[in-house]
C-alpha cells in the first residue's frame, strides 16, 4: 500500500451509461488504495460560466429563474454552459450576460473557478467578475425557461445579505457573490480573464468528435 497523498487512483475500466444535451454519465472501475477496486459514477459536465456584473453603484445584476429539478425560482447570476466548441470562456461569459442580463461589459476578470459536485461530476465553472457595464437589448430567447426571467439590480452588500439569509442557494451564485464582496474591498486581485483554469472538463466536449 502506498503512503497516504501518494495513491494514484488508477481507472480499471469505464462503462458509458447515457449520454445526453447536456451531461453524460458513465461508470468507472476504481483502484482504490488497498487494492479493491470500487465503482464510482461519473457526470460528464461541458463546463460552465457565471458572471458577478457589477455596475456603478455596487449593484449586482440578479435573475430570478426557474429550476426544474428543484422546482422552484431561484435567484442567480447570468451564466451558461461552454456549448460552443473551442470557444474562449470569456466570450461565452459576454454573450451569456447578454442573453440573460441585457448586458455586455469593458472590463472583465476572474473571480472564481468552482468545481460544485466533485463526488460525483466533473463540472467545473469559471465566475468573472465584469464591470464597466452598457445595457444591451437581450435576444428573443423563445418559451423555455429564459422567456420568464425576472431581473434586479441588487445592492452586492444586499445580495450577500441573501446568501446567508437563505434567499441564494444556488452555490455557484454564492461563491460568486462572496468572492465580489471581497475583492471589490480590495481584500485580493482578481485574475486575468486568460488565468489557467486546471479543472476545465473536456471529456464530454470530447464525445461530439467520437
Not at 18 to 40: F, I, K, W
Not at 99 to 109: K, M, P, Q, T
Not at 165 to 194: K, Y
Request: aromatic share 6%; with cysteine; net charge negative.
Amino acid at each position: 500500500m502506498t503512503r497516504p497523498g501518494e495513491h494514484d487512483f488508477p481507472v480499471r475500466s469505464a462503462t458509458d451509461i447515457y449520454s445526453g444535451r447536456v451531461m453524460a454519465l458513465r461508470s468507472d472501475r476504481v483502484v482504490m488504495p488497498g487494492g479493491r477496486v470500487a465503482t464510482r459514477e461519473i457526470l460528464e459536465h461541458p463546463g460552465a460560466v457565471a458572471v458577478v456584473a457589477v455596475d456603478e453603484r455596487s449593484r449586482v445584476r440578479m435573475l430570478l429563474q426557474y429550476r426544474h429539478a428543484v422546482r422552484r425560482r431561484l435567484w442567480e447570476l447570468p451564466a451558461g454552459l461552454l456549448d460552443v466548441a473551442g470557444e474562449d470562456p470569456a466570450v461565452t461569459a459576454d454573450r451569456e450576460l447578454t442573453e440573460e442580463a441585457g448586458l455586455s461589459a469593458r472590463d472583465w476578470a476572474v473571480l472564481l473557478d468552482v468545481v460544485p459536485s466533485p463526488g460525483f461530476s466533473d463540472e467545473s465553472v469559471r465566475i468573472f467578475l465584469a464591470r464597466d457595464l452598457v445595457e444591451k437589448p437581450r435576444p428573443d430567447m423563445g418559451d423555455d425557461e429564459e422567456a420568464d426571467l425576472e431581473l434586479r439590480w441588487v445592492p452586492i452588500a444586499d445580495a450577500v445579505g441573501m446568501v446567508f439569509s437563505g434567499e441564494i442557494v444556488n452555490a455557484v451564485s454564492c461563491a460568486g457573490l462572496l468572492a465580489a464582496r471581497a475583492a471589490l474591498a480590495g481584500e485580493f486581485t482578481p485574475r486575468p480573464v486568460d488565468a489557467e483554469w486546471a479543472d476545465r472538463p473536456f471529456r464530454f466536449a470530447r464525445r461530439a468528435d467520437e
